[in-house]
């Protein structure tokens, strides 16, 4: 699971800008709006916010980001 989030958390960091409102509203919605600032922060806060998230909201994040 850990590679997945580190997947995860790098593709949020580098594509946040560029992700589709819609995307970046149901990953919000999901995963809390605490990411937003956990993606700002860089990977590492996003890696250690994700892992304190269910597994099923992380395979869910992957699963809408084509990961």
Partial sequence: MLALIKKIAQYL????DKLAEWIKKVIVSIA????VDAIIRGVEAVIS?????PSSVI?????????
């Fill in 13 to 16: 960091v580098k594509n946040w």
């Fill in 32 to 35: 809390g709006s605490a990411i």
């Fill in 49 to 53: 916010y994700l892992s304190s998230l």
């Fill in 59 to 67: 395979e869910y994040i992957a699963k809408l980001l084509g990961l």
